[in-house]
């Protein structure tokens, strides 16, 4: 009887010490709000060479440094024409604000950015050796946010 006694007040009190760390659970931190921000993107490019027009995909990726400055890398693939090119540059966001200020356009919903990315391109023709030479992008484009929160999900225009 004695035995039934103790196992039963050890498993109450170890019961209740469970209880106890249930109840009182260790606070979470608060998510941070300013976290960076990491977008992968895909898309579908028409590349002229050799009078003709290819298809191609850029495969990139971009991560803000700071509101207006972001990280960029694009990859472009065109098989049709063997080409593989590898960019890594960066993004920066114009004053949308200055731009719009003689339109009916809300600057929150639109922003404009030029990019400029340095890489290599690589191009393999029949059995020739492949040929990598250094190359470079330039460009611009207008990001949307339908909402207005500043957050641009939808890329309407780019060009490089």
Known sequence: MRNTVAVVLVCLSMALCGFAQNATPAATPNPSTTAP???LNASILSLPANSQTS??????????????????????????????????????ALPTAKILTKTNLDPAHFQFYLTGSAGQARVT????????????????????????????????????
Do not use: C, M, W
């Not at 495969?59 to 080409?83: E, H, Q, W």
């Open 55 to 92: 298809a191609a995909t850029d495969i990139g990726a971009t991560f803000a440094v700071t509101d207006k400055l972001l990280l960029r890398s694009d990859n472009i693939l065109a098989p049709s024409v063997n080409l593989s090119a590898y960019f890594g540059g960066i993004q920066y």
């Open 37 to 39: 921000t990491f977008t």
């Open 125 to 160: 023709v029949g059995s020739d050796p492949t040929r990598t030479h250094f190359a470079a992008l330039v460009g611009g484009g207008v990001n949307y946010d339908p909402a207005g929160t500043g957050k641009f999900s939808i890329n309407l225009l780019e060009g490089e």
